[in-house]
T-cell receptor
Framework: GAVVSQHPSWVICKSGTSVKIECRSL??????MFWYRQFPKQSLMLMAT?????????EQGVEKDKFLINHASLTLSTLTVTSAHPEDSSFYIC????????????FGPGTRLLVL | GESVGLHLPTLSVQEGDNSIINCAYS??????FIWYKQESGKGPQFIID?????DKRQGQRVTVLLNKTVKHLSLQIAATQPGDSAVYFC?????????FGTGTSLTVIP
């Protein structure tokens, strides 16, 4: 199956700092990438949809100035949590859509963020 | 407004038994479906998929059944093992969008 990586896998930061998370599709070109956050024992919450070379589309209630998304290439998307606060602590997961007739979506391993 | 995640239903099965996890979808235009497995602290892992022109698809120890009449999708796991303990959720694709189910937490009892 297709491989999607995320870096870092976990990060601890102080309140007020910014954190960048990378999402890479390792063996395919991703036409679209997605960013989710997930709280313990809850389902995935879509934050934004990212298309290469264009602005991300954010879901309602997600602050685009706080969660900056850059999709610089067909294999890389980044999510930057700016001025992080403790309530931003969560599990952030990206996924990449592989093109073709089925456009299967593959997920990264996730990044756990803890803001102190 | 702010979206809120939903808490997961649970299913417990004895090791060696078969597991059936269900998913209802709402969009009759959905033409592609995927089952994912998510272990604690990890990202979702693709298990099996099925297109809407099929009723059944089998993989290794897993079978997906699609009933378009009632918009129902199920995942059957044969001879469930402790390593199958995880959250399982379905995804449906309608148009250019994927929609994810809330998931079911499967616990395998040794």
């Amino acid at each position: 199956g297709a491989v999607v990586s995320q870096h870092p896998s976990w990060v601890i930061c102080k309140s007020g700092t910014s954190v960048k998370i990378e999402c890479r599709s390792l063996d395919f070109q991703a036409t679209t990438m997605f960013w989710y956050r997930q709280f313990p024992k809850q389902s995935l919450m879509l934050m934004a949809t990212s298309n290469e070379g264009s602005k991300a589309t954010y879901e309602q209630g997600v602050e685009k100035d706080k969660f900056l998304i850059n999709h610089a290439s067909l294999t890389l998307s980044t999510l930057t949590v700016t001025s992080a606060h403790p309530e931003d602590s969560s599990f952030y997961i990206c996924s990449a859509r592989r093109g073709g007739t089925q456009e299967t979506q593959y997920f990264g391993p996730g990044t756990r963020l803890l803001v102190l | 407004g702010e979206s809120v995640g939903l808490h997961l239903p649970t299913l417990s099965v004895q090791e060696g038994d078969n597991s059936i996890i269900n998913c209802a979808y709402s969009n009759s235009a959905s033409d592609y479906f995927i089952w994912y497995k998510q272990e604690s602290g990890k990202g979702p892992q693709f298990i099996i998929d099925i297109r809407s022109n099929m009723d059944k698809r089998q993989g290794q120890r897993v079978t997906v059944l699609l009933n378009k009449t009632v918009k129902h999708l199920s995942l059957q796991i044969a001879a469930t093992q402790p390593g199958d303990s995880a959250v399982y959720f379905c995804a449906e694709k309608a148009g250019n969008q994927f929609y994810f189910g809330t998931g079911t937490s499967l616990t395998v009892i040794p």
